[in-house]
Every structure is written in C-alpha cells, then in structure tokens.
C-alpha cells in the first residue's frame, strides 16, 4: 500500500474562542491535483498553514508522506512547498537572489543550474538580476511559485494562485500545474473558481465554517443535483444550514 501525500485526521485550530479548522479529516493520494474549495473565512489558508509548518493545530495528526509535521518537522518541511496566497518576498532582492537565499531557508544545497531552470521556466530570465519590486504582478506572481519550487517539492500548495491575475497568466499557471503535476508532484491548490477546479482537480473539497464538508471528483458532485450545474451544487453545499427556530 502507498502512504497518502497528506493525511490530515481531526485538524482543528482555535484562536481564542474562535474555531477556525473543526476536526478536518483529509486524504490526498500521491499524483493528485485536489481543488480546496470554500468561501473567504472557511479555514483553507489556516489549513495549509497548519500542514506547511506556519501554524500549529490545537488538537490532530498531520502528515506528508507518512512524516508527522509536528514530529518529523524537518524532513516533513521539505517535502512540502507553498505558494502563499500574499506576496511575501523582499523588494530588493532579485529573482536569482530570491532563489538562492530560499535554498538556505529550506536547507537544501545551492543549485544553481535548478534556479536557473526556474527563472527560464517561469520566464523570469530577463528579468533574473532587477529588484524584484520592479516586476510586473505576473511575474511576482510567477516568482512565487518559482520560489516554491526550489527545493524540488514532492507535495505543492498554491494558496489562491490566480486570484485577480488575468486570464493569459491564468492559463499559464494552469499548465504549469500540469506539468508539475506529470512530472509527479502533488498539488493542492485553493480558489474560488470553480471552472478552475473543474479544469484541473481530480477532486474538489470544500470546507465550510472550518469543516471539511465533500471530497470528490467533479463528475460525483454533479451526480449530486439532478440536472443541475456544478455551481449551483456548490452553492447550496457551502449555504448555511437554516437555523433552527
Ligand atoms: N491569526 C489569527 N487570529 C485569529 N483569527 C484568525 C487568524 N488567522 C485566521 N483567522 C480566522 O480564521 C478564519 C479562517 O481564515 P482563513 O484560513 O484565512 O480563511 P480562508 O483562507 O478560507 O479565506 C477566519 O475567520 C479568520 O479571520
Ligand atoms: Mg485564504
């Protein structure tokens, strides 16, 4: 039997009175694309957090590839990479820099050959030695994943990775996906597009008031509603339950 990507069993995070994650139980299986669903507050960037080291749950088990995040800390850090949904690295450092400086970060050793790949890739070539505040928000935003990707990551998150980007680099960073993902790596991503959920996941799940409340193909979520369209499923999923009077 091959051990999950990510195992998540009874995650919950509180802050103070506040339950932002609710006992979520999750499985992703090596090789698979999982769109994380939900609206704004529903706990996704608490969940990634709490799977990529940022945070720690109050209570549950997480991990990547049978390594405890909290207990195998080190070696579950680096299987795992993370395209934080805000932009978070210095102005005045370049992409060569950026690159080279988030190796250390990660531990790994310098691989300048890797980090010259990635500033091809995500063409940030031209732009390898200018102050990165002076990129276009595409190519941060490119910049971002290429980050992300310096120390070869087996498991990727990609935190709303096309919220407000236009629909060229949209498309660009669908196929990136892809190709990550043909190349073996496992990827989780959070939206608010469905289209973009259909497009690329093998399954959506959606988190509601920090519950994990479906996780199943496009095709499964639609045999839910007789006739009706993936969003409207998703709708009435993520809707409120009436209160009871
Ligand atoms: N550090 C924090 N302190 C208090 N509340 C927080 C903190 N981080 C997140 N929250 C709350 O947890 C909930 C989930 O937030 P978040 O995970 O960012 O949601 P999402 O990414 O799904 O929009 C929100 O209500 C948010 O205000
Ligand atoms: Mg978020």
Redo the contacts with the bound molecule.
């Keep these: 039997m091959t051990l999950p990507a990510l195992r998540c069993r009874g995650v919950e995070k509180r802050?103070?009175d506040?339950t932002?994650l609710a006992g979520v139980d999750l499985e992703v299986a090596p090789g698979e694309i999982v769109a994380l669903l939900?609206?704004?507050?529903?706990?996704?960037?608490?969940?990634i957090?709490c799977i990529t080291g940022l945070?720690r749950p109050t209570a549950g088990r997480i991990e990547v590839f049978g390594y405890d995040v909290a207990s195998d800390f080190r070696t579950a850090r680096r299987l795992v990479g993370l395209v934080p949904?805000e932009i978070n690295f210095d102005p005045f450092f370049t992409p060569r820099e950026a690159l080279r400086i988030k190796s250390g970060l990660m531990g790994v050793p310098p691989d300048p050959a890797h980090c010259d790949a990635l500033l091809r890739t995500f063409a940030l070539w031209d732009k390898r030695d200018a102050y990165t505040r002076n990129l276009s928000g595409g190519m941060k935003r490119r910049l971002l994943v290429a980050k992300a990707l310096v120390h070869r990551p087996k498991l990727l998150f990609l935190?709303e990775p096309t919220a407000g980007v236009d629909v060229e680099l949209r498309r660009e960073l669908w196929d990136e996906v892809r190709r990550l993902r043909d190349a073996g790596t496992t990827i989780v991503l959070?939206t608010h597009y469905l289209e973009e959920a259909e497009a690329l996941a093998d399954r959506i799940a959606v988190?509601r008031r920090?519950e994990l409340i479906v996780a199943e193909s496009a095709e499964a979520m639609l045999a839910r509603g007789e006739g009706r369209s993936l969003e409207e499923i998703f709708v009435e999923l993520v809707q409120e339950p009436e209160p009871v009077s």
């Design positions: 802050f103070g506040f932002a939900g609206p704004n507050g529903a706990g996704k960037t608490t969940l957090g945070s949904q935190d959070t988190l920090g």
